[in-house]
C-alpha cells in the first residue's frame, strides 16, 4: 500500500512541475537524429554584453521557419556555439538548425574569424552571448522575452570553438554543461581549463580527422576532465565532416557527410536533452547499452 502511494504521489508531482520547451517537444519524435517538434527560426543580431559586442547568428524554436520569425512557446536553455579557425557560422546551420527543432537556442558569434583569432577573447564572446540571451528574458520588446530558460545554459562549438567552449566553461559558474565537435587544443590551454571543470562534458571526434587528431586533441582533453565525462568517437568520421561543407585544406573521412552530420545531430540532441534540459529519459540513450554498443560511435564515458 505504501509503495502504491509513493508511485503514487511521485507521479502526481511529475505531472504538476513545469517543463522546459525543449522537454515538451522531446516527447514528440522517437529519433533524435530526425528533427524535433518546432520550425527552426533564426535572426542576425548585434550581441553586446559584458563589455563585449559582436555580431550572431541565432537560431531558436519558432512558429514557422525562417528568418525573423515568432519564437514558440515556451521558455527554452541556451546553447552558445563557437564557429571553427576561418569558418563561417553558415557552415553549421544544418546543426545548430536541428538543436533549434529540439528546443534550443543556438546562439553562434561571428567574432574571431580571422588569420590571427585570440581564443581567450572566443571563449568570453561564447559567455557573453549567454549572458546576453538571458537579459532578453526580461528586456521589454525583445523577441525572446519571456522564452529563456536562465538557470539551463550550455556551450559547444567545433574544433578551434570547441576548444574555446572548455575554455568559456571554466570561467563562467552558470554554465550547466558542454558538448563540441573536434575540440582543438587553445591557448590558453582548453586541456588545463578541462581539468578545473565539474561539469558535464561530452567530446564528439572523428576517428579520421587529419586536421586535430583525438589523440592530440580531444583526447588530452578528456583525460584531464574529471567525471563526468564522455569521448564519442565517430568511426570513419573526419575534421570536415562536421560542417556542413567543406573549404580549402579540409580532410576527408571514410563515411559521408551526410551520414556524419547526422550522427552527430543524434549524438549532441541526446546529451543535450538529458544534461541542458534535464530530461531523463534520454539517460539510456546517453549512457546505456544503446551508446555503449553503438557500432557507429565508439564509447568512453565516466559518471
Known amino acids: 500500500m505504501l509503495r502504491r502511494l509513493t508511485v503514487a504521489v511521485a507521479a502526481a508531482l511529475s505531472l504538476a512541475l513545469p517543463a522546459t520547451g525543449a522537454q515538451a ?4 519524435s522517437a529519433d533524435p537524429s530526425a528533427p524535433g517538434r518546432y520550425a527552426a527560426g533564426y535572426v542576425d543580431a548585434t550581441v553586446s554584453a559584458a563589455g563585449r559586442s559582436f555580431s550572431a547568428r541565432i537560431t531558436y524554436p519558432a512558429t514557422a521557419a525562417g528568418n525573423g520569425q515568432p519564437v514558440a512557446a515556451g521558455r527554452f536553455p541556451t546553447i552558445a556555439f563557437g564557429h571553427g579557425f576561418l569558418q563561417s557560422v553558415s557552415k553549421y546551420s544544418s546543426t545548430l538548425s536541428h538543436l533549434a527543432t529540439w528546443g534550443f537556442i543556438v546562439v553562434a558569434p561571428t567574432s574571431q574569424g580571422g588569420l590571427s583569432p585570440n581564443h581567450s577573447a572566443f571563449a568570453d564572446d561564447l559567455n557573453a552571448a549567454l549572458t546576453w540571451t538571458v537579459a532578453q528574458d526580461t528586456t521589454s520588446g525583445s523577441r525572446f522575452a519571456g522564452h529563456v530558460d536562465v538557470a539551463r545554459l550550455g556551450l559547444s562549438g567545433h574544433s578551434m570553438g570547441g576548444g574555446a567552449s572548455i575554455l568559456a566553461a571554466a570561467r563562467n559558474p552558470r554554465v550547466v554543461t558542454v558538448a563540441n565537435l573536434a575540440a582543438a587544443e587553445t591557448n590558453p590551454s582548453a586541456v588545463a581549463a578541462a ?25 588530452p582533453i578528456y583525460a584531464a576532465k574529471p567525471p563526468v565525462k564522455q569521448l564519442r568517437t565517430i568511426r570513419g568520421g573526419s575534421h570536415c565532416g562536421f560542417m556542413d561543407s567543406g573549404s580549402l585544406f579540409c580532410d576527408s573521412g571514410s563515411i559521408s557527410r551526410p551520414a556524419q552530420l547526422q550522427l552527430t545531430r543524434r549524438l549532441l540532441t541526446e546529451w543535450f536533452l538529458r544534461h541542458l534540459a534535464g530530461d531523463t529519459a534520454y539517460d539510456d540513450a546517453v549512457w546505456g547499452d544503446p551508446a555503449r554498443t553503438d557500432p557507429q560511435v565508439v564509447f568512453e564515458g565516466v559518471r
Open 25 to 28: 517537444g522531446a516527447t514528440t
Open 195 to 219: 581539468a578545473t571543470l565539474t561539469v558535464p562534458v561530452q567530446l564528439i571526434s572523428g576517428d579520421r580527422d587529419g586536421i586535430a587528431p583525438p589523440a592530440d586533441h580531444q583526447r
